[in-house]
């Protein structure tokens, strides 16, 4: 039989994240097991443009990483009072680099992912988050697509 103890859900809080956290949480709630949820705030170091100007600002930096702790804080909040047993964490960097790092560190037995994310079409160019993680990670990777198949209901 398969056990599974801990599910790691990474989010950037898109419409593809909120469809794939109904899988993370009925996974969570069949197999007794916690959810770690966990988001990275990514800055746009790279590039050019109106984000990569932004990021030059100091205030613009710590007003994203506020607005994306609260987002996190709100979703646990929100899975808490639904009774999920439910671990949040924080982390800036290299999405799929640290949804990567943070299933190894916590020793995760799967994780339960978006396709797509609030990127649009640039993992075209570069390649989808989703995609890097499926082959480096360390456990099982269960990628959900938006909404073309539902099994939760």
């Not at 990628?143 to 539902?150: G, Q, R």
């Amino acid at each position: 039989m398969i056990e599974i103890k801990r599910i790691l859900f990474p989010t950037d809080f898109s419409e593809y994240s909120n469809h794939a956290l109904k899988y993370a949480v009925a996974l969570s709630e069949s197999f007794k097991a916690k959810l770690v949820v966990l988001h990275v705030c990514e800055h746009p170091i790279a590039g050019s443009g109106i984000e990569a100007y932004h990021f030059a600002i100091p205030e613009y930096v710590v007003d994203l990483e506020q607005r994306e702790r609260k987002a996190l804080d709100a979703l646990t909040t929100e899975l808490r009072e639904r009774r999920v047993d439910v671990e949040p964490v924080f982390i800036i960097g290299k999405a799929y680099q640290e949804i990567v790092k943070t299933a190894k560190q916590q020793n995760v037995d799967v994780i339960t992912m978006a396709t797509h994310g609030s990127k649009g079409l640039s993992h075209l160019v570069f390649g989808s988050t989703a995609e890097k993680v499926v082959r480096l990670a360390p456990c099982p990777v269960l990628t959900v697509k938006h909404p073309e198949h539902d099994f939760v209901k």
